[in-house]
């Protein structure tokens, strides 16, 4: 028997649109009509008066949740992640590794090439590996012991232990035969990101011709600003080629840099993530990253020596956060949540709440609270 839910009288939002007192019929996973006044029996019937119904989040750069981490290499780790998720939102993720020894580096993407969400998880999209190919001069958590320069015939090797499931690559372009990397890693379709980089403005132009297309997390561990150099910082913030991911928690990026990214590239041109690590969703005190002790506190997330170790923030706080430092729309909102990112990985039937298209949604109060999540027609219960 097929599930089916049917959502009255809610506000649709788009990236592009925004339609007041629709409903929405779900079947077997997938949005069959969007219509007013819809007549049709349903097994969950949803009132969405006065609340707001966006497509599920989609986080590009996630390394763990709930206590679970991408690079433990185990299939219940990631089933922990994916379950997690969901409370806050986020219905599809980019499975994120970190800079670690190419052994445990190909253990964790073995495990990653045949893992499968379970109906109530958020759905593993792919893998964005970050490192162990950035600069050791910006590593920020990334061990330096690991980093190396790129190497197109270990990325290859990657790949195929990946069951060519890395979707995103963070790289540093600038490093011994990184633009080498670039140019051919962006011919397969992979999303290459510069990141954890010290290049000039200069090599960031020249890595954008090669198929850089995203920055991975805008302000941190970039070569900043400078009036004589505008860096990573400002090749991120100045070149419309670029899609700039970025961490709103406050911590990673003061709101005003936040506010100068959004006036500078616009909705459209910015992907909200969380770069969280396993400490997300539990009670402050001391976690492992890679092998590295990291200090939870209201502060964030740190290494002994200070630096930052990823986040703890979760997708329904950065879209409020965004929401509060720079007033945008809540279309503006789904562009960042979502849409720019379905699009940049080629997410078809995700990113937007159409006929034909995923059930991947979640339903927001008039505060932006979650209500409820549904992943491919199957509402969450217990968020």
């Known amino acids: 028997m097929k599930q089916t839910c049917l959502i009255k009288n809610v506000t649709i939002v ?62 219940e780790s990631l089933h922990i992640m994916a379950k997690s998720l969901l409370k806050e939102g986020t219905t599809s993720f980019l499975a994120t590794t970190m800079t670690q020894s190419i052994d445990k580096i190909e253990e964790a993407l073995k495990n990653l090439a045949v893992f499968k969400s379970g109906k109530d998880e958020a759905e593993m999209v792919g893998v964005h590996l970050e490192g162990p190919f950035v600069s050791k001069k910006r590593a920020g958590a990334q061990p330096l012991e690991h980093i190396i320069p790129p190497q197109l015939s270990l990325f290859q ?20 035969g990184g633009f080498e990397f670039v140019e051919n890693v962006a011919k397969t ?13 200069e090599e960031v ?3 954008v011709v ?33 899609q700039a991911e970025i961490i709103v928690d406050f911590i990673h990026s003061h709101q005003e840099s936040v506010k100068l990214a959004y006036q500078m590239k616009g909705a ?3 992907i909200l993530i969380t770069d969280a690590m396993r400490a997300k969703g539990l009670p402050y005190g001391d976690y492992d990253l890679g092998g590295q002790l990291v200090h939870v506190t209201e502060s964030g997330a740190h290494l002994e020596n200070g630096a930052l170790a990823g986040s703890v923030l979760k997708m329904d706080q950065a879209l409020r956060n965004m929401k509060e430092t720079t007033n945008c729309t809540l279309q503006e909102l789904v562009a960042m949540t979502s849409f720019n990112a379905a699009k940049q990985l080629n997410l078809t039937g995700k990113g937007r709440i159409k006929e034909h298209y995923d059930a991947d949604l979640v339903l927001l109060d ?12 199957n509402v969450i219960k217990n968020l």
């Open 366 to 377: 008039k505060d932006l609270k979650i209500q409820k999540t549904i992943k491919k027609g």
């Open 14 to 75: 788009n990236a592009d649109e925004r339609m007041d007192n629709y409903d929405v019929y779900i079947k077997d996973g997938v949005i069959q009509h969007i219509g007013r006044l819809i007549e049709i029996e349903a097994d969950e019937v949803i009132d969405g008066v006065n609340q707001y119904l966006l497509p599920g989040f989609i986080d590009m750069h996630i390394h763990g949740s709930a206590g679970s981490d991408a690079m433990d290499a185990t299939p």
């Open 205 to 207: 132009q020249k890595a």
């Open 157 to 176: 090797r990657f790949q195929e232990l990946s069951g060519y499931r890395i979707k995103e690559v963070t790289v540093a372009p600038e490093t011994d």
């Open 210 to 242: 090669l198929g850089v297309k995203q920055g991975t997390h805008l302000y941190n561990q970039m070569r900043p600003f400078h009036h004589r150099d505008p860096g990573v910082v400002g090749g991120t913030l100045l070149l419309p080629e670029i």
């Open 268 to 270: 459209d041109h910015i």
């Open 189 to 201: 379709g992979v999303v290459v990101s510069i990141g954890h980089s010290d290049a000039t403005f």
